[in-house]
T-cell receptor, first 117, second 110 residues
Framework: DAGVIQSPRHEVTEMGQEVTLRCKPISGHNSLFWYRQTMMRGLELLIYFNNNVPIDDSGMPEDRFSAKMPNASFSTLKIQPSEPRDSAVYFC???????????????FGPGTRLTVL | SQQGEEDPQALSIQEGENATMNCSYKTSINNLQWYRQNSGRGLVHLILIRSNEREKHSGRLRVTLDTSKKSSSLLITASRAADTASYFCATAVNDYKLSFGAGTTVTVRA
C-alpha cells in the first residue's frame, strides 16, 4: 500500500493566488482529515470527511478555505485568495474508522509545505 | 484548545540511553495514542493504550496510563539515532476528532 498521497509536496505562491492541495487516502478508509501544522498553533484539524461527506468543518479558518471530496479516493483543500499567514504544513490523514471509542489510528500523508509570499 | 500537553518540550540524550516523556490531558478518555513525527514527514502512529490498561509495550516502547492523574508516559529504551523525532500524544475529543499536544522533540546524540 502506498499510504496517503499528497501533492504537491512544496508550494510557493504569492499573496492573492489560489492554492489547491490534493490528497489520495488509503483505499478502504472511510474517514479523511485535513490538518494544518505551524510552530505557533501546533497541529490543528481543519475539516473531517466521513464517507465523502463533510462532517465537521469548524476548524476551517475562514471562507477563503474550502475542501471537497468528490469520491472516496480524492480530496482537495483550496485556499483562495491565499495570504502569508496561511504559510504552514498541511497534512491529509485517513482512517479506517472512528477514533473515539474504537481508537482507530490515523495515517498521515507526507504533507504539503505551503509558503505564501 | 489542546487536550494533551507533553512534557518536556525538548529532550537531548546520548545513544543507548532511555528517553521518557509525559503527556497530561484534561478530560476523561477512552484511549490515548502516541505518534512520532520525523523532520519533514507526516505523523506515524506508535501505540494506543486504552483507559482500562495501565501499561503497554511495543518493541522498545513502553507506555503507561494513569487515568486518576490524567497522564501518560512514553519510554523509549536503548535509544538510537533514528529515534530523533517529535513525539505527540493524542486523545479523542469526540468520536472522530483527535487532539494532539504540542509534542516533545527528542534528539539522540551519537
Amino acid at each position: 500500500d502506498a499510504g496517503v498521497i499528497q501533492s504537491p509536496r512544496h508550494e510557493v505562491t504569492e499573496m492573492g493566488q489560489e492554492v489547491t492541495l490534493r490528497c489520495k487516502p488509503i483505499s478502504g478508509h472511510n474517514s479523511l482529515f485535513w490538518y494544518r501544522q505551524t510552530m505557533m498553533r501546533g497541529l490543528e484539524l481543519l475539516i473531517y470527511f466521513n464517507n465523502n461527506v463533510p462532517i465537521d468543518d469548524s476548524g476551517m479558518p475562514e471562507d477563503r478555505f474550502s475542501a471537497k471530496m468528490p469520491n472516496a479516493s480524492f480530496s482537495t483543500l483550496k485556499i483562495q485568495p491565499s495570504e502569508p499567514r496561511d504559510s504552514a504544513v498541511y497534512f491529509c490523514a485517513s482512517s479506517p474508522g472512528l477514533a473515539g471509542v474504537s481508537g482507530n489510528e490515523q495515517f498521515f500523508g507526507p504533507g504539503t509545505r505551503l509558503t505564501v509570499l | 484548545s489542546q487536550q494533551g500537553e507533553e512534557d518536556p518540550q525538548a529532550l537531548s540524550i546520548q545513544e543507548g540511553e532511555n528517553a521518557t516523556m509525559n503527556c497530561s490531558y484534561k478530560t476523561s478518555i477512552n484511549n490515548l495514542q502516541w505518534y512520532r513525527q520525523n523532520s519533514g514527514r507526516g505523523l506515524v502512529h506508535l501505540i494506543l493504550i486504552r483507559s482500562n490498561e495501565r501499561e503497554k509495550h511495543s518493541g522498545r516502547l513502553r507506555v503507561t496510563l494513569d487515568t486518576s492523574k490524567k497522564s501518560s508516559s512514553l519510554l523509549i529504551t536503548a535509544s538510537r539515532a533514528a529515534d530523533t523525532a517529535s513525539y505527540f500524544c493524542a486523545t479523542a475529543v469526540n468520536d472522530y476528532k483527535l487532539s494532539f499536544g504540542a509534542g516533545t522533540t527528542v534528539t539522540v546524540r551519537a
